[in-house]
T-cell receptor
Framework: GAVVSQHPSRVICKSGTSVKIECRSLDFQATTMFWYRQFPKQSLMLMATSNEGSKATYEQGVEKDKFLINHASLTLSTLTVTSAHPEDSSFYIC??????????FGPGTRLLVL | EDKVVQSPLSLVVHEGDTVTLNCSYEVTNFRSLLWYKQEKKAPTFLFMLTSSGIEKKSGRLSSILDKKELFSILNITATQTGDSAVYLCAVGTGTASKLTFGTGTRLQVTL
Protein backbone atom coordinates (compact mmCIF):
# COMPACT_ATOMS: atom_id res chain seq x y z
CA GLY A 1 0.00 0.00 0.00
CA ALA A 2 0.91 3.64 -0.28
CA VAL A 3 3.06 5.34 2.33
CA VAL A 4 1.75 8.21 4.38
CA SER A 5 3.90 9.64 7.15
CA GLN A 6 3.00 11.69 10.19
CA HIS A 7 5.17 13.74 12.46
CA PRO A 8 5.49 13.72 15.38
CA SER A 9 4.38 10.25 16.38
CA ARG A 10 3.87 11.32 19.95
CA VAL A 11 3.69 14.69 21.65
CA ILE A 12 3.15 15.83 25.21
CA CYS A 13 2.35 19.48 25.79
CA LYS A 14 1.10 21.83 28.46
CA SER A 15 -2.45 23.08 28.49
CA GLY A 16 -2.82 26.28 26.51
CA THR A 17 -0.04 25.61 24.01
CA SER A 18 -0.48 24.88 20.31
CA VAL A 19 0.66 21.71 18.61
CA LYS A 20 1.27 21.17 14.90
CA ILE A 21 1.00 17.73 13.30
CA GLU A 22 2.30 17.12 9.78
CA CYS A 23 0.95 14.56 7.35
CA ARG A 24 2.89 13.71 4.22
CA SER A 25 1.81 11.61 1.26
CA LEU A 26 5.08 10.04 0.14
CA ASP A 27 4.03 7.84 -2.79
CA PHE A 28 1.55 10.03 -4.62
CA GLN A 29 0.20 13.54 -4.83
CA ALA A 30 -3.01 13.95 -2.89
CA THR A 31 -5.43 16.75 -3.63
CA THR A 32 -7.56 15.49 -0.77
CA MET A 33 -6.41 14.40 2.65
CA PHE A 34 -8.45 13.70 5.75
CA TRP A 35 -7.95 14.16 9.47
CA TYR A 36 -9.46 11.80 12.04
CA ARG A 37 -9.31 11.41 15.77
CA GLN A 38 -9.68 8.21 17.69
CA PHE A 39 -10.38 7.84 21.41
CA PRO A 40 -9.36 4.66 23.23
CA LYS A 41 -11.34 1.60 22.13
CA GLN A 42 -13.45 3.70 19.78
CA SER A 43 -13.50 3.97 16.04
CA LEU A 44 -12.13 6.73 13.87
CA MET A 45 -14.14 9.93 13.69
CA LEU A 46 -13.66 12.20 10.71
CA MET A 47 -12.75 15.74 11.75
CA ALA A 48 -12.20 17.46 8.45
CA THR A 49 -11.44 17.09 4.77
CA SER A 50 -8.29 18.92 3.71
CA ASN A 51 -8.28 20.20 0.14
CA GLU A 52 -5.11 21.38 -1.54
CA GLY A 53 -5.24 25.07 -2.29
CA SER A 54 -8.56 25.72 -0.59
CA LYS A 55 -10.14 25.81 2.83
CA ALA A 56 -10.75 22.62 4.73
CA THR A 57 -14.26 21.28 5.18
CA TYR A 58 -15.04 20.54 8.82
CA GLU A 59 -17.46 17.97 10.18
CA GLN A 60 -20.31 19.07 12.39
CA GLY A 61 -19.15 19.77 15.91
CA VAL A 62 -15.49 20.29 15.03
CA GLU A 63 -14.29 23.82 15.77
CA LYS A 64 -12.41 25.17 12.78
CA ASP A 65 -10.70 27.87 14.86
CA LYS A 66 -9.38 25.30 17.26
CA PHE A 67 -8.24 22.73 14.70
CA LEU A 68 -6.48 24.67 11.97
CA ILE A 69 -5.82 22.76 8.78
CA ASN A 70 -3.47 23.84 6.03
CA HIS A 71 -2.98 21.87 2.81
CA ALA A 72 -0.32 23.97 1.15
CA SER A 73 1.01 21.39 -1.28
CA LEU A 74 -0.07 18.14 -2.92
CA THR A 75 1.96 16.11 -0.46
CA LEU A 76 1.59 17.94 2.83
CA SER A 77 -1.31 18.75 5.13
CA THR A 78 -0.90 20.11 8.65
CA LEU A 79 -3.25 20.09 11.61
CA THR A 80 -2.64 22.62 14.38
CA VAL A 81 -4.43 22.11 17.67
CA THR A 82 -4.58 25.60 19.13
CA SER A 83 -4.75 26.33 22.85
CA ALA A 84 -4.79 22.63 23.61
CA HIS A 85 -6.66 21.33 26.65
CA PRO A 86 -6.59 17.91 28.33
CA GLU A 87 -9.82 16.90 26.57
CA ASP A 88 -7.98 17.29 23.24
CA SER A 89 -5.74 14.37 24.21
CA SER A 90 -6.37 11.72 21.59
CA PHE A 91 -4.90 9.77 18.69
CA TYR A 92 -4.91 11.90 15.54
CA ILE A 93 -4.65 10.11 12.21
CA CYS A 94 -4.44 11.52 8.71
CA UNK A 95 -5.12 9.82 5.42
CA UNK A 96 -4.46 10.52 1.77
CA UNK A 97 -7.02 9.67 -0.84
CA UNK A 98 -5.70 7.65 -3.75
CA UNK A 99 -7.87 7.61 -6.85
CA UNK A 100 -11.54 8.20 -6.19
CA UNK A 101 -12.14 5.98 -3.21
CA UNK A 102 -9.23 4.47 -1.33
CA UNK A 103 -7.66 6.17 1.65
CA UNK A 104 -4.24 5.27 2.99
CA PHE A 105 -3.57 6.17 6.59
CA GLY A 106 -0.57 7.62 8.33
CA PRO A 107 0.79 5.98 11.49
CA GLY A 108 -0.99 8.45 13.76
CA THR A 109 0.06 11.01 16.35
CA ARG A 110 -0.67 10.45 20.00
CA LEU A 111 -1.29 13.79 21.73
CA LEU A 112 -1.28 14.13 25.49
CA VAL A 113 -2.16 17.51 26.95
CA LEU A 114 -1.24 17.96 30.59
CA GLU B 1 -27.05 10.44 9.57
CA ASP B 2 -24.82 7.81 7.97
CA LYS B 3 -24.45 4.66 10.02
CA VAL B 4 -22.10 1.67 9.83
CA VAL B 5 -22.59 -1.25 12.20
CA GLN B 6 -20.17 -4.10 12.67
CA SER B 7 -20.72 -7.42 14.38
CA PRO B 8 -19.65 -9.12 16.45
CA LEU B 9 -17.94 -6.47 18.58
CA SER B 10 -15.32 -8.98 19.64
CA LEU B 11 -14.41 -12.55 18.90
CA VAL B 12 -11.96 -15.09 20.30
CA VAL B 13 -11.06 -18.08 18.13
CA HIS B 14 -8.42 -20.79 18.03
CA GLU B 15 -5.67 -20.77 15.47
CA GLY B 16 -6.86 -22.53 12.33
CA ASP B 17 -10.50 -21.52 12.70
CA THR B 18 -12.40 -19.63 10.01
CA VAL B 19 -14.11 -16.38 10.97
CA THR B 20 -16.71 -14.18 9.31
CA LEU B 21 -16.99 -10.53 10.23
CA ASN B 22 -20.09 -8.56 9.36
CA CYS B 23 -20.68 -4.97 8.33
CA SER B 24 -24.05 -3.40 7.60
CA TYR B 25 -24.67 0.18 6.61
CA GLU B 26 -27.29 2.86 6.10
CA VAL B 27 -25.87 5.80 4.21
CA THR B 28 -26.81 8.29 1.56
CA ASN B 29 -24.86 8.51 -1.67
CA PHE B 30 -22.90 5.26 -1.29
CA ARG B 31 -19.67 5.06 -3.25
CA SER B 32 -17.59 2.27 -1.75
CA LEU B 33 -17.03 0.00 1.23
CA LEU B 34 -13.55 -0.52 2.61
CA TRP B 35 -12.05 -2.95 5.10
CA TYR B 36 -9.05 -2.07 7.23
CA LYS B 37 -6.97 -3.91 9.81
CA GLN B 38 -5.83 -1.93 12.84
CA GLU B 39 -3.22 -3.26 15.19
CA LYS B 40 -1.47 -0.84 17.47
CA LYS B 41 -1.29 2.11 15.17
CA ALA B 42 -3.22 3.41 12.19
CA PRO B 43 -5.40 1.21 9.96
CA THR B 44 -3.86 -0.68 7.07
CA PHE B 45 -5.90 -1.11 3.92
CA LEU B 46 -7.31 -4.55 3.07
CA PHE B 47 -10.04 -4.26 0.45
CA MET B 48 -12.22 -1.80 -1.39
CA LEU B 49 -15.57 -2.95 -2.75
CA THR B 50 -17.86 -1.08 -5.06
CA SER B 51 -19.84 -3.75 -6.91
CA SER B 52 -22.22 -6.34 -5.52
CA GLY B 53 -21.41 -10.02 -5.70
CA ILE B 54 -17.78 -9.77 -6.75
CA GLU B 55 -15.48 -11.40 -4.23
CA LYS B 56 -12.16 -9.80 -3.52
CA LYS B 57 -9.45 -12.12 -2.26
CA SER B 58 -6.01 -11.71 -0.80
CA GLY B 59 -4.40 -14.83 0.60
CA ARG B 60 -6.55 -16.13 3.44
CA LEU B 61 -8.75 -13.03 3.46
CA SER B 62 -11.74 -12.45 1.23
CA SER B 63 -14.64 -10.03 1.17
CA ILE B 64 -17.88 -9.52 -0.68
CA LEU B 65 -20.47 -6.76 -0.87
CA ASP B 66 -24.27 -6.97 -1.17
CA LYS B 67 -25.58 -3.55 -2.18
CA LYS B 68 -29.18 -4.71 -2.18
CA GLU B 69 -29.09 -5.90 1.43
CA LEU B 70 -26.57 -3.19 2.43
CA PHE B 71 -23.91 -5.37 3.99
CA SER B 72 -20.49 -6.84 3.52
CA ILE B 73 -18.60 -9.72 5.06
CA LEU B 74 -14.91 -10.27 5.62
CA ASN B 75 -13.78 -13.89 5.82
CA ILE B 76 -10.52 -15.07 7.27
CA THR B 77 -9.66 -18.75 6.82
CA ALA B 78 -7.05 -20.75 8.72
CA THR B 79 -6.59 -17.92 11.20
CA GLN B 80 -3.17 -17.24 12.71
CA THR B 81 -2.18 -15.34 15.83
CA GLY B 82 -0.93 -12.55 13.57
CA ASP B 83 -4.52 -11.96 12.47
CA SER B 84 -5.34 -10.66 15.95
CA ALA B 85 -6.38 -7.04 15.46
CA VAL B 86 -9.36 -4.74 15.20
CA TYR B 87 -11.02 -4.99 11.80
CA LEU B 88 -12.69 -1.81 10.66
CA CYS B 89 -15.36 -1.42 8.04
CA ALA B 90 -15.79 2.00 6.46
CA VAL B 91 -18.26 3.31 3.89
CA GLY B 92 -17.30 6.05 1.47
CA THR B 93 -19.99 8.54 0.52
CA GLY B 94 -20.38 11.72 -1.46
CA THR B 95 -18.12 13.29 -4.03
CA ALA B 96 -15.23 13.51 -1.56
CA SER B 97 -15.66 9.84 -0.61
CA LYS B 98 -15.69 10.67 3.07
CA LEU B 99 -15.40 7.56 5.18
CA THR B 100 -17.79 6.67 7.98
CA PHE B 101 -16.31 3.96 10.15
CA GLY B 102 -17.97 1.22 12.12
CA THR B 103 -16.90 0.57 15.69
CA GLY B 104 -14.78 -2.38 14.60
CA THR B 105 -14.59 -6.06 15.46
CA ARG B 106 -11.81 -7.03 17.84
CA LEU B 107 -10.48 -10.44 16.81
CA GLN B 108 -8.22 -12.44 19.06
CA VAL B 109 -6.67 -15.64 17.74
CA THR B 110 -5.30 -17.96 20.42
CA LEU B 111 -2.97 -20.92 20.15
Amino acid sequence: GAVVSQHPSRVICKSGTSVKIECRSLDFQATTMFWYRQFPKQSLMLMATSNEGSKATYEQGVEKDKFLINHASLTLSTLTVTSAHPEDSSFYICSSRWGKETQYFGPGTRLLVL
Amino acid sequence: EDKVVQSPLSLVVHEGDTVTLNCSYEVTNFRSLLWYKQEKKAPTFLFMLTSSGIEKKSGRLSSILDKKELFSILNITATQTGDSAVYLCAVGTGTASKLTFGTGTRLQVTL
